[in-house]
């Protein structure tokens, strides 16, 4: 049995690399762009009761997850498209623990996350595959980690994000044998 480490952290924790080059950015950006392709195979042939099962003890549910990325990924795109434009802005936070308790996450399907993914996801990589190196490096301000965060380690992040909940659902499903 894996400890409860290895199942909040199948991947490891992010780790910003020292310098970031071309060839991080270009494979950050294939992981942001596979990813609703990734997640919706991860996801195909799960029934309801599997997918309303918690992927580790006292954790979210695939539901949640799912729900969760299109949250989180929601307001990276933003961050990104606010960061480009303005002069270090500072961004708004969200409670994402409370976000997946509202209704909204709780009551919709799966597959409106899904649809909202793969057309969100399209046009963030469109995004990112036309930023220059100077748009990867300006940055926002993130009030409650009190510092500012350049675009290129950003991205970094979400990609990582984007592996490391897609790996919570393969290791639930692996584990189960499903």
């Known amino acids: 049995m894996q400890n409860l480490d ?18 991080h950015l270009q494979g950050w950006i294939q992981t942001i762009t ?7 195979e991860a996801l195909n042939g799960l ?17 949640q997850l799912v729900h ?3 949250d989180s990924h929601i307001n990276a795109y933003i961050r990104f498209k606010l960061a480009i434009t303005e002069d270090q802005p500072t961004i708004k936070p969200y409670k994402e623990a409370l976000w997946a308790e509202l209704e909204d996450t709780q009551q919709t399907p799966v597959e409106v996350s899904l649809t909202l993914l793969e057309a969100l996801h399209q046009r963030w ?11 990867f490096a300006r940055e926002y301000m993130h009030p409650e980690q009190g510092k ?26 692996r584990r189960n044998k499903w």
């Open 6 to 23: 290895e199942l909040r952290y199948p991947i490891g924790k992010y780790q910003k690399p020292e310098i970031i080059t071309p060839n």
């Open 34 to 40: 596979e990813l609703p392709t990734k997640l919706r």
């Open 47 to 63: 029934d309801e009761s599997q997918i309303h099962t918690p992927y580790r003890p006292e954790g979210w549910t695939v539901h």
């Open 68 to 70: 969760h990325i299109a």
């Open 125 to 135: 990589s469109n995004l990112l595959k036309s930023m220059t190196e100077a748009e």
């Open 148 to 173: 500012t965060s350049r675009l290129d380690a950003v991205l970094g992040l979400y990609a990582w994000h984007s592996t490391h909940h897609l790996e919570h659902i393969l290791a639930l499903k």
